[in-house]
């Protein structure tokens, strides 16, 4: 079996990331602890996704510190990032669509391998024997585990949303993630697969080891699964807490409403209540 | 010891020639490609390594603007760097083949990487424009660095010496080209088996998540370079050994538009399509000549009249296959491979 990671602790310390005038992020402070499942919660353009791609390096934010087990990599490049063990996945899927599920699957281990060009040009020898370890390691503890045997040499674009988020959670898993965003990981599937993928990121921080930090709209889902939420409004951060307490919060209740659409935060709330994902 | 099974089963699902109809091609092939200098006559044996200096060539443009996703219009220039350096070797050293055409290539890798740098900031059509520019540059110290490249002369390339033979006649020079532009192409569909070519891969497609998922932009992008114009200044090198001189005029703009033109009409990022691209390119306007020639007994006044018609023939095919093929040849072989696939008597 594959041996469990140390899950990493990750330390938002007063972020801010302004575009222009607006601003994204506002003095934002946060942990999220080793081992643990944390939600990042609040309404739409509540600077969610901002936040994530202050962690994995895409924008650069003006003021604070994103620390990793105590080390700053606020000004880490993002490579150098996949390589200390941060993986996410995106709200609008980023595979390649053109690659196969495996290929997508192999590239997120790109970090960890040790082939150089001359090696690859060559194949046999080193480059075999590290493609061959890659693969029956993906089949292992990946492929099998997240039930994506059936298409693992189909191309990516012939694959429906929900099958494409379980890859994209593959790539991500192959990177060998010590914290693992997860970028509204259940957004546009059915019951059924929202249970499915519920029970693998459960199965992911129980069996791996892995810290995890997610976006999700899908409150039953939230509630069910995650030990502490963050919510978060116009960039700032208006609760904290177990996911029991955040719910009654008057200012989330208040945030969602201010959104202008109250009846879909009203079914949202009544799923978390009546439980989402059975699995969990 | 199930570890080692299992590894063996991966290696047959993961290598390059899957099926046995795959292997019984590349035999018919190799066995073409091995009685082809016995049949050939020295012009088509001419014509044969003409198409081995363009495949591989065209090859390390695929792994760049194919596989990789950036535009260069400069391999021209990359070849004329190989052809320098091994005309410039065959003078003044009497160091063999082999060694004069490694050096080409490591040279022109060199300033594949040089050249490569903008392409971090710069993408698409910039970027051909950005190796434009730098073809002009090394055409203009082709012409007046006269002490190294003999100026508007250019210079004189002695015959390879191949371990104390020196390669003279087509049939010879066939024999050392063709092996070489085999391993090069081999090692092409190599490298996509492994993490350096589906980073490759990744970046053409999205550079931006490619670095989220661990992988150096400039790093890749420059490796991408090196291998690439590594291919063009060996194809170079034995081009230099072909023609035998070297000049300022050798590898203009539009031998970089060919090979781009190549790989579109074969197959961009499909190892094949360089191959079917470049031999395509190559071989069609002869074709087409060799028609001309069996008309000209019927068509008064045909030298004047069939010469133009067989250039605008040319043409208007690369712009049929650019509309009714984006995909390029190596598309229409997939689909003939998979109609035979499902072909009754093969379930
Ligand atoms: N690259 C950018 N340039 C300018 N503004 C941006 C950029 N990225 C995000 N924003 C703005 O920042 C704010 C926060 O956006 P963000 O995508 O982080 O929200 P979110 O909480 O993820 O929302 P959703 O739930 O809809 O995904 C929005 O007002 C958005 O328009
Ligand atoms: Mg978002």
């Known amino acids: ?280 | 010891m199930r570890i080692a099974t299992a590894n063996e089963t991966y290696l047959a699902d993961e290598a390059l020639l899957r099926t046995r109809t795959q292997w019984a091609w590349l035999g018919l092939f190799a066995l073409v490609l091995v009685a082809a200098p016995f049949v050939l006559n020295n012009y088509w044996l001419y014509l044969a390594c003409l198409v081995a200096i363009n495949v591989a060539s065209a090859t390390g443009l695929n792994i760049l603007t194919g596989y990789t996703g950036l535009v260069s219009l400069g391999q021209g220039a990359f070849m004329a760097v190989g052809a320098y350096t091994v005309a410039w070797l065959s003078q003044k050293t009497g160091m063999p083949f082999l060694v004069n055409i490694l050096a080409g290539g490591l040279v022109a890798a060199f300033v594949g990487i040089l050249v490569g740098i903008p392409s971090l900031r710069v993408k698409g059509l910039y970027l051909a424009i950005a190796t434009i520019g730098a073809s002009i540059i090394l055409q203009f110290v082709f012409l007046n660095w006269s002490s190294v490249t003999g100026g508007a002369r250019g210079l004189a390339v002695r015959p390879a010496n191949f371990f104390g033979t020196s390669l003279t006649t087509y049939f010879q020079l066939y024999w050392a080209f063709v092996p070489i532009t085999v391993l090069m192409v081999v090692g092409a569909a190599n490298l996509f088996r492994t993490r350096i070519g589906r980073a490759f891969i990744a970046i053409r497609d999205r550079d931006i998540s490619a670095e989220v998922l661990g992988i150096p932009l400039l790093r890749y992008k420059l490796m991408s370079f090196a291998v690439s114009s590594f291919y063009a200044g060996v194809a170079g090198g034995m081009w230099a050994y072909f023609f035998r001189a070297v000049g300022p005029e050798s590898f203009t703009i539009v031998e970089s538009i060919f090979f781009l033109a190549a790989i579109i009409v074969g197959g961009m990022g499909s190892i094949l399509g360089g191959i079917v691209g470049a031999t395509f390119m190559t071989l069609v306007p002869e074709i087409l000549r060799f028609g001309v020639e069996l008309a000209s007994p019927y068509v008064s006044n045909a030298g004047a009249l069939l010469s133009p018609i067989r250039t605008i023939a040319f043409g208007a095919l690369i712009m049929l296959f650019l509309v009714f093929e984006p995909q390029g040849i190596a598309e229409i072989i997939q689909r003939v491979r998979r109609f035979f696939h499902l072909w009754p008597f093969k379930t």
């Not at chain 1, 934010?61 to 390589?83: C, M």
């Not at chain 1, 099998?144 to 790539?171: C, T, W």
């Not at chain 1, 898993?173 to 059924?192: C, F, H, K, T, Y």
């Not at chain 1, 502490?228 to 719910?247: C, D, K, S, T, W």
């Open chain 1, 1 to 280: 079996m594959r041996a469990p990671m140390t899950p990493a602790r990750l330390e938002i310390d007063g972020l801010s990331l302004s575009f222009g005038g607006l601003k994204a992020i506002n003095d934002v402070s946060f942990d999220v602890k080793p081992g643990t499942i944390t939600a990042l919660i609040g309404p739409n353009g509540a600077g969610k996704t901002s936040m994530f791609n202050c962690i994995s390096g895409f924008y650069k934010p003006q003021h604070g510190a994103i620390r990793f087990d105590g080390e700053d990599v606020t000004r880490t490049h993002p490579p150098l990032r996949a390589k200390m063990g941060f993986a996410r996945t995106f709200q609008n899927i980023a595979l390649f669509r053109g690659m196969t599920v495996l290929d997508n699957i192999k590239l997120g281990r790109h970090a960890h391998m040790k082939t150089n060009i001359f090696q690859a040009l060559a194949y046999f020898g080193t480059a075999a024997r590290e493609e061959m370890d890659l693969r029956a390691e993906v089949e292992r503890d990946i492929i099998d585990f997240l039930e994506i045997n059936h298409i693992r040499h189909m191309p990516v674009a012939a694959l429906s949303y929900g099958l494409q988020k379980r890859v994209e959670l593959a790539r991500a898993l192959a990177m060998r993630p010590r914290i693992l965003l997860l970028d509204e990981p259940v957004a546009g599937m059915n019951r059924e697969e929202t249970e499915d993928m519920a029970r693998f990121i459960l199965d992911v921080k129980e069996e791996w080891g892995t810290t995890i930090l997610m976006v999700e709209h899908d409150m039953g889902m939230v509630m069910d699964i995650s030990d502490h939420v963050v919510v978060l409004n116009f960039g700032q951060v208006i609760a904290r807490g177990l996911p029991g307490e955040v719910q009654q919060d008057p200012n989330v209740v208040a945030a969602y409403l201010g959104s202008g659409d109250p009846a879909a935060l009203m079914k949202r709330l009544a799923a978390g209540t009546s439980g989402g994902a059975e699995a969990a």
